[in-house]
């Protein structure tokens, strides 16, 4: 089966293929093996620099004028989504205002140091490129091709594309295949879960969000009337996807709106008391870390299993 054009260098996803235990790349560690708890690896490679041009795909900024007018106020905080932005990383729209900026993708990167990690909503590879300097092994899914496309083109601008498999793949298709895998096969540590939130008007339940989009003042206060519900989160209900998840790995990072009903984290907690995965029965913590950007709060992360402080022999 030959190769669209604009998918040089992807991977499709193929179930026969990811599930053969011969197949490229996943952790060489068995879930049930004694393992040191959460084993770090050191950022000492060296960064290979492939090339991979991806530029027919979109365009590249460089002038607040040539900049549509609703990307304008994303544009002008390019240099914290990528610090290497002048060098030719790439954005589709929606990259533009789902993108984790790059201070706040190394600060989960550095939570997330593990072997294998699965980044299952990668977009345009802010996360994926972060995860590739912690972590032996990154597979990044997206349903995007166009978006797979620019997140290798990014991944190779910082050296680090040779670390991160990119598959096209919807997470519930893949979920569902990786777990009816033979048990023989190598395992994911880490997943790190960043849905869809609903676009640039996320914080407003209404449909008419215009106005909330374009004004910061009134967006904020909004915010401060509202919270973001679960319920909200693509494809699936959020805590759906969360229970999906936790039968792949109970080590996961969930990136979520800075106003996400905390209760329905809190809830979430409660999962893993009824589905008895804690061995000896004493309850697993949840940690809740506040992502800033200067006196802007800009998401909350969850930590579950493994990768909560004080939590790491669950790991």
Known sequence: MGKKPNLTGLSRFLPQDFLNSNATSLSENP??????????????HVPVRTKYDATALVPHYTTTHEVPENLQKYFSQRKR???????GCLLDEEGWYSVTPENIAVQIADRCRCDTILDPFCGVGGNAIAFAKTCEHVIALDISPTRLALARHNAAIYGVADRIEF???????????????PHST????????????????????????????NNADFQDELEAHSQYSLSRIQPIHGADLFRLTKRISDNIAYFLPRNTDLN???????????????PDDKPRMIEVEEEWMGSKLKALTCYFGGLVAGQEHVF
Do not use: C, M
């Open 31 to 44: 879930h049930n093996q004694s393992r040191p708890a959460k084993k770090r690896k050191t950022d000492t």
């Open 264 to 278: 329905e984290i809190s809830a979430l907690g409660l999962l893993e008391k009824d589905e008895g995965v804690t």
């Open 81 to 87: 989504y990528f610090s290497l932005y002048d060098q």
């Open 167 to 181: 598959i096209l793949a919807d997470y519930i298709s893949f979920a569902n295949a990786y777990l009816s895998r």
């Open 186 to 213: 190598r395992n994911i540590d880490v997943v790190f879960l960043s849905p869809p939130w609903g676009g640039p008007g996320y914080i407003s339940p209404s449909e008419n969000n215009v106005t909330a989009d």
